[in-house]
């Protein structure tokens, strides 16, 4: 069983950065996407950034130049660093890895931006 942890959210002013880290545990061997997506209530989770085993990044747009994704695989933890917050990025950040077929998901933490 795997079990995503994630920690880092909270409130920050427009302008301000944040670090989310997300840890594995569990039958984590072979783990080769690890990453983050967002949601805001009643809409479908977005994309934000993932990473591979061997660090290939997919970064969303709308973060591009904003948030950076990074992971150790010795640890098995993946992070997210948000700069320059805004309102907009005011969402439930949720851990994703994948293991082959199979996906896992943390409960998520959330970021709140004021403005």
């Known amino acids: 069983q795997v079990r995503l942890v994630e920690s880092g959210g909270g409130l920050v002013q427009a302008g301000g950065s944040l670090r989310l880290s997300c840890s594995a545990s569990?039958?984590?061997?072979?783990?080769?996407?690890m990453g983050w997506f967002r949601q805001a209530p009643g809409n479908e989770r977005e994309l934000v950034a993932t990473?591979?085993?061997?660090?290939?990044?997919n970064i969303a747009d709308s973060v591009k130049g904003r948030f950076t994704v990074s992971r150790d695989n010795a640890k098995n933890t993946v992070h997210l660093q948000m700069n320059n917050l805004q309102p907009e990025d005011t969402r439930a950040y949720l851990c994703?890895?994948?293991?082959?077929?199979?996906?896992?998901w943390g409960q998520g933490t959330q970021v709140t931006v004021s403005s």
């Open positions: 569990g039958s984590t061997v072979g783990f080769f996407y």
């Open positions: 990473i591979s085993s061997s660090g290939a990044t």
């Open positions: 994703y890895a994948r293991i082959g077929s199979f996906e896992y």
